[in-house]
């Protein structure tokens, strides 16, 4: 596995296996969820916003709450119920990330390269750990939570996460921690599994976790991107379980078959006992970095399949909300949520039911 010891001199392997494990046995990040919340993750904390520096980048930053505003403006959910994450610690994120990798982001230098924000190296390094950083360890937190939360509710999904060019060693591409790694390495432990498929249907390749899961036959990923963009990984490609990739351009009809296809030969290939489903909507039409040309009502289907995929295996499903660049995602989320509620493949209502 991609994952490394926090400790500068390398210990035996067992022992860093025991400190990883006695890290995520001691983790606050899995707390008890009272019955009557419902299995949607979010906290103010995610969005990011000071000094119009979230404009610097294309990627909206207060999608997430945008997202919630929507589902509850419209009375699909009510605010009072959705669950609030705890931020993932040192400790935590040092089950996947070495003490190095950590040191380097208190270098805001660093982090800009990693965000893709040249400014932010212009900014103390409190300010950085304080609007940016602090924002994306709730979402960790909410990641790692959405495992436990899926395996006692049948389906979870946390409204950000997703940063799926992280592997333990490296962030790029906006996204500064693995998430997806972390809370895989806290399913095997906690939850006592040791199956987990990986469907990737952000625009871009998922290098981050197929790096990270490059040696670990506990882990299939199955990545439907665009070839013909960033983060053009061709190492981390030969990791990929199922490769399907997609040309600039490509429609929603073709898009549609091929995932109904790929999702029948993923349910020949693995039986898994947790799917982690990376939901980038940047699929859509219009986004300037996906290059997909994939309609509002494509991106609703997708996840609907996806969702279906995970009912009829009777397996449980975290939804993570990974990139999107355009204002009208939040909407489309948002949509796409209250879909998979009216075709009951969520419980927004009644959340001590278990769906699966």
Same mark, same amino acid.
């Given at each position: 596995?991609? *994952? ?14 025991? %400190?990883? &494990? ?38 909206? /930053? /207060? ?17 009072? &119920? ?13 089950? +996947? ?5 950590? &040191?380097?982001?208190? /270098? ?24 940016? %950083? ?9 990641? $790692? ?18 940063? !799926? !060019?992280?592997?333990?060693? @490296? ?29 990737? =249907? ?16 506990? +882990?299939? $990923? ?6 013909? $963009? ?13 490769? $399907? ?6 429609? *929603?009809?073709?898009?549609?078959? #091929? =995932?109904?296809?790929?999702? #029948? ?8 006992? =947790? ?17 997909? @040309? ?9 996840? #609907? ?14 939804? %993570? ?5 355009? @204002? /009208?995602?939040? &909407? +489309? ?9 009216? @075709?009951?493949?969520?419980? =927004? ?8």
């Amino acid at each position: 596995m991609g *994952t490394s010891s926090s400790h500068s001199s390398p210990p035996s392997m067992e022992a860093a296996e025991e %400190l990883r &494990r006695n890290r995520i046995l001691s983790s606050k990040l899995y707390f008890n969820v009272a019955p009557s919340k419902v299995a949607v993750i979010y906290s103010p904390s995610y969005d990011i916003a000071f000094l119009g520096i979230e404009k610097l980048h294309p990627f909206d /930053s /207060s999608k997430w709450g945008r997202i919630c505003q929507f589902l509850t403006n419209e009375g699909v959910l009510d605010k009072n &119920r959705i669950i609030e994450p705890l931020e993932a610690s040192k400790d935590d994120l040092l089950v +996947v990330h070495p003490e190095l990798y950590l &040191r380097r982001l208190k /270098s805001s230098v660093n982090v800009s390269m990693i965000l893709e924000v040249p400014p932010v190296a212009m900014l103390p390094n409190c300010l950085v750990q304080q609007k940016v %950083l602090h924002p994306f360890r709730m979402q960790v937190g909410g990641s $790692i939570l959405a495992a436990k939360l899926a395996k006692e509710r049948g389906w979870a999904i946390n409204v950000g996460g997703g940063f !799926h !060019h992280c592997s333990a060693q @490296k962030g790029g591409g906006f996204c500064v921690y693995a998430d997806i790694t972390l809370c895989i390495q806290y399913a095997f432990v906690r939850l006592n599994i040791s199956r987990v498929m990986i469907i990737d =249907l952000d625009a871009h390749q998922g290098n981050g976790h197929e790096t990270d899961f490059s040696d670990d036959r506990r +882990v299939y $990923i199955m990545d439907m991107y665009n070839s013909q $963009i960033y983060p053009l990984d061709y190492e981390a490609r030969r990791y990929i379980d199922q490769k $399907i990739e997609l040309k600039s351009g490509t429609r *929603t009809k073709e898009y549609l078959e #091929e =995932l109904e296809r790929e999702l #029948e030969i993923a349910r020949n290939q693995f039986n898994p006992e =947790l799917v982690v489903y990376n939901a980038g909507t940047d699929i859509l039409d219009g986004d300037p970095l996906g290059r997909l @040309k994939i309609s509002s009502e494509g991106v609703v289907i997708r996840d #609907e399949r996806v969702f279906r995929f995970a009912k009829e295996m009777n397996v449980p499903i975290v939804m %993570l909300t990974s990139g999107g660049y355009m @204002k /009208s995602s939040a &909407r +489309v989320i948002a949509d796409s949520i209250t879909n998979l509620s009216k @075709k009951n493949l969520i419980d =927004l209502n009644s959340s001590t039911n278990n769906n699966l």
